[in-house]
């Protein structure tokens, strides 16, 4: 049977995915999402003078126009402080419109603070909104860039909806289920109402993971192929975290191959070379103009060891066993946390941590949601037990699926060491996981379908109102922590 | 079918009982009365660092007095029992408000009501009189360059971290006008008009999406 490539229900979980970010966007004061500022400057650095930024000596400053909006806006007093709020009164709005109003260059030194070493695809697209706003203003520009971050918001959800799709075709009750469990998830709302290229890399991933279960579903052609190399391309050159991803689709590529080998080895070869071409192709180019053009360095800090500053030294045995307890127990390890990150950073990030991680939930609500988390949880792996036979017959593309998530939990510790021994800083944010939200909706989905026919229906629209519900209370503590 | 919801009933009556919750829930919360701020000065509390001696008086200029405040609150600590505090707000033309706590307030959250301050005041000077015989120390940022706190006769650079808060408490429903007003500042004029009517307008489409969606979807 022929389906339509984009059925009604996925653009409707797709405007509801669009709905709901613009809702966060004009909920969140400007530049109270996570490195807006940083994110904003690199735009402009593109806009303005058409360069990657480049790392100085000493950090910054970015350029007069938006540093002095930041000052006016009172952001580095907000950022990071529960009890200080945004700008309540008339005087400082006054403030904020004068600077608004004064002729300030919006030329900086070119670095950006934390996204410098960042690769362009996300601040090129950026710099369409940057340059179509007329006037010069800071916060109108980035009002509409905050806009089409929202949706790009919305195509990750549709992404995750097409995904669901290929995933669990003879289901297709769950499909708008898992996708709207996506829509609403507060986290995922929050970062895509505002810049930051965290708003490009979910897309990328969401299309990564869509293509490739497209390619288990229906065979590895050429245009198949292409769709997982140029996911993977764009990803790659929105932002790194996406090579955590590599591994699990080498292999799925080698498993597409071997499966057509006896009955369509050409297309099944073209598609894997079309698929490593479109992949590599951009990030080759974007590692050659760095290295030509803009005389930077294409992975920031390098891929070998890396200098600590005041006293903390490199060692490839101690960042292993930081991506381990980053993610788990420290078991018999020395321990380098003084928390326990899977559930503190991780879980209750993932629930929801906002603003410059300076504001979340009460107790009580994390330990409500490790309840329902683990009822769905138990619900999925029921439905997984009981379909084991199916699931023998794919154990390739689960594999593929559980590798791109360790991958991704790889990519991000030793990001996280690194960051460590350089800065002696705390680099682990729940939003760093959210490439991973098609895994996230077919945990969803799964526990749907592990309630059968009788209570599915049911369990999928509890689920969503679930969501509704978290994502109203995470708007209602965002109110109460910037305006009341 | 006897005896077993059908699928779409199933999924409307979870979605409407669920939402009904929802809706239940949020007009509690938004019916709660708490006190509610009314601005603070954004000095991060660095630490408890700026210490005020018995009778003896501390005074920082420069305060943005946001308008309909009725009480401040700083971060405080001192020995048992903690000295009764006198405070004085003046603006450029005067006093504007008073206040005063009586002695055995309990650390670190020291709140002092206010008489109220119908209009906000810029450039004004926060001055706290200790009236007892144990030292206060208040919590804010020191060294803080550029701007400076004057004890006495000594002037020591730094600043206490204030927070200001509207007189006793409201629910969400009486600080509806004034969340409007505060959403309008400091945004882009391209939405600064709307931006609260917006928020709940696209969440009401949204979840209305989001129902049409699941109860037509088929099993």
Request: net charge positive.
């Amino acid at each position: 049977v022929t389906r339509p490539l984009l059925p009604r229900a996925a653009l409707a979980c797709a405007l509801v995915a669009l709905a709901n970010g613009l809702a966060w966007s004009l909920l969140t004061p400007p530049f109270q999402v996570p490195d807006e500022n940083a994110h904003y400057a690199y735009v402009q650095q593109l806009s303005e003078r058409g360069t990657l930024p480049r790392p100085t000596l000493a950090e910054g400053p970015l350029s007069p126009r938006e540093d002095t909006m930041l000052a006016a806006l009172l952001s580095y007093g907000i950022a990071g402080d529960v009890r200080n709020p945004a700008p309540m009164t008339e005087a400082q709005q006054r403030t904020i419109q004068a600077a608004a109003g004064m002729s300030l260059s919006a030329k900086g030194t070119g670095d950006v603070l934390s996204a410098t070493g960042n690769p362009p695809l996300y601040y090129a697209l950026q710099a369409i909104p940057y340059k179509l706003t007329p006037g010069g203003r800071v916060l109108d520009k980035l009002t509409v860039m905050r806009a089409l971050s929202t949706l790009l918001g919305a195509v990750t959800v549709l992404l995750v909806f097409l995904f669901l799709r290929e995933l669990l075709p003879a289901s297709r009750r769950v499909w708008s289920a898992g996708a709207l469990v996506v829509a609403f998830q507060p986290l995922f709302g929050f970062i895509s109402g505002g810049v930051n290229n965290d708003d490009l890399l979910y897309p990328a991933a969401a299309a990564v993971l869509w293509a490739l279960a497209r390619a288990f579903r229906r065979g590895l052609t050429p245009a198949r192929g292409a769709l997982i190399g140029f996911s993977l391309g764009v990803g790659l050159v929105s932002k790194l975290t996406l090579i955590g991803f590599v591994p699990a689709i080498a292999l799925a590529v080698v498993l597409l191959a071997r499966r057509a080998w006896s009955e369509d080895r050409r297309a099944a070869l073209r598609g894997a070379g079309l698929a490593l071409g479109l992949a590599g192709a951009p990030f080759a180019l974007y590692a050659l103009l760095n290295d030509l053009l803009w005389h930077r360095s294409a992975i920031a800090g390098g891929v070998g060891r890396v200098s600590g500053a005041h006293g903390r030294t490199f060692s490839f045995g101690a960042e292993l066993s930081h991506v381990w307890q980053l993610f788990l127990p420290h078991l018999w390890m020395h321990p380098q946390f003084g928390y326990f990150p899977l559930w503190e950073a991780w879980f209750k990030g993932f629930v929801g941590r906002f603003g410059w991680l300076d504001y979340g939930f009460p107790q009580w609500f994390y330990d409500f949601a490790l309840l329902v988390w683990l009822g769905v949880a138990a619900l999925a792996v029921a439905e997984l037990v009981r379909r084991r036979g199916a699931l023998a017959r794919r154990r390739g593309e689960l594999a593929v699926y559980v590798l791109a998530l360790v991958g991704l939990c790889a990519e991000i510790g030793v990001q996280s060491y690194r960051f460590e021994i350089v800065t002696g800083g705390v680099f682990e944010q729940a939003r760093y996981l959210l490439p991973a939200l098609c895994l996230y909706a077919a945990v969803a989905a799964l526990a749907i379908r592990g309630g059968g026919r009788r209570w599915g229906p049911a369990i999928g629209a509890a689920l969503v109102v679930l969501a509704i519900g978290h994502d109203l209370y995470a708007q209602m503590i965002t109110i109460a922590r910037y305006y009341a | 079918m006897r005896g077993r919801l059908r699928a779409p009933a199933a999924t409307g009556l979870v979605l409407g009982v669920g939402l009904l919750a929802i809706v239940g829930v949020a007009l509690v919360i938004l019916s709660r009365s708490a006190p509610r701020r009314s601005g603070a000065n954004s000095v991060p509390a660095a630490g408890f660092a700026i210490e005020l001696a018995p009778h003896r008086q501390l005074c920082q200029g420069g305060e943005l007095l946001p308008g309909d405040t009725g009480a401040m609150l700083l971060d405080a600590a001192s020995g048992a029992p903690a000295p009764a505090l006198a405070v004085d707000i003046a603006g450029p033309t005067g006093v504007v408000s008073r206040g005063d706590v009586s002695a055995g307030w309990r650390a670190p959250m020291l709140r002092i009501e206010l008489t109220h301050v119908p209009a906000t005041v810029s450039d004004a000077t926060v001055c706290i009189r200790n009236l007892g015989t144990r030292q206060v120390t208040f919590a804010g940022a020191v060294p803080d360059a550029g701007l400076q706190v004057q004890r006495g006769d000594e002037t020591v650079s730094g600043r206490l971290r204030i927070e200001y808060l509207r007189p006793g408490g409201e629910s969400w429903w009486q600080l509806l006008a004034t969340l409007a007003h505060r959403f309008s500042l400091g945004r882009s004029g391209l939405v600064s008009g709307w931006a609260l009517e917006a928020v709940p307008a696209l969440m009401l489409l949204a979840v209305g999406l989001a129902v049409r969606t699941m109860l037509r979807e088929k099993p």
